[in-house]
């Protein structure tokens, strides 16, 4: 039988939906499987405002961005924490035979996207090559996070996240870096986070729609860094180094195809105004 996929949060299903559009491995499948077969055709034939625009080009940069370390990092045992409804695990283990991946989230999660991939791997008939693990984690808890550490196999290893840091305050995100630097002294290798979004003034005629009412709700203008020097200090205070930072992935995205030349434009004039909001960065533990 199909799980009932109600339990999605809405902000996750809006990303889930969003990503679909663009070539990111398997979301589109994942969509098909949540809301039926002819989902994307209906998603297709929406006008897309531009704030949801705006937002898909940001969120697969930040995927994109992070593949990118991660592929650079050599890396063969990698955990990703607050992993969300992303595949990044499924799509390197179809194609790797070396890599071991820990695909980490809250119980709710994990238990929706076990059944996701176990059907997408049964309905696209897949061969794995790598070992994927798909299991519950919440990364605040020290003991646990060390468990699932202990699981891989010895080496050094890649932690990675997406989107996390910014759901936590500052004594939270304490208690992550003193996890995580735990468990890269013990093991070596890096944690590459996507997730270094530093605080900016509010545009004129900002949408408030649910996605932004999600973020207001969690605090997540307020958790953010005050700037990109102070996110260093932050990290450096915790034990960390700063080794690398993304570059740009623009000529990566499939999501430009939905833009026109004046939006283009405009987004480029707010870039330039605004400056960056978000970087990947590599850290190392010192």
């Known amino acids: 039988m199909n799980r009932d996929y109600s339990s999605i949060s809405p902000s996750a299903k809006s990303l889930l939906l969003a990503k ?36 898909l080009v940001h969120f697969e940069s930040r995927y994109l961005s992070l593949d990118s370390l991660l592929f650079a990092s050599g890396s063969l045992n990698i955990i990703e924490i607050s992993s969300g ?18 695909d980490t989230d809250l119980q709710g999660v994990i238990d929706i996207k076990k059944d996701l991939v176990d059907r997408l791997i049964i309905d696209e008939k897949l061969q794995l090559k790598g070992k994927l693990k798909i299991e519950a984690l919440n990364a605040l808890d020290e003991d646990a996070f060390s468990n699932v550490i202990n699981q891989m196999p010895l080496g050094p290893i890649s932690i990675i996240n997406e989107g996390l840091l910014v759901y936590l305050n500052n004594e939270e995100k304490i208690s992550l870096c003193k996890t995580i630097h735990k468990s890269l002294k013990q093991r070596g290798g890096y944690w590459i986070t996507a997730d270094v979004y530093v605080k900016r003034a509010a545009l004129k005629n900002e949408t408030n729609d649910h996605f932004s009412q999600f973020l207001e709700a969690h605090h997540v203008e307020d958790n953010k860094f005050d700037s990109f020097e102070q996110a260093e200090h932050f990290f450096l205070e915790q034990g960390f180094k700063l080794t690398t930072k993304a570059t740009s992935v623009w000529h990566q995205l499939s999501s430009l195809k939905y833009i026109d030349i004046e939006l283009l434009k405009k987004m480029k004039e707010q870039a330039d105004k605004i400056g960056r909001i978000r970087e990947t960065w590599v850290l190392k533990a010192i």
């Open 20 to 55: 679909s559009l663009t070539d990111i491995p398997f979301v589109a499948d994942a969509v098909k499987l949540i809301y039926g077969n002819d989902a994307l055709e209906k998603l297709y034939d929406k006008d897309f405002d531009e704030v949801f625009l705006k937002r």
């Open 85 to 102: 409804y992303s595949f990044r695990g499924l799509d390197l283990v179809l194609r790797h035979p070396t890599i071991y991946y820990l």
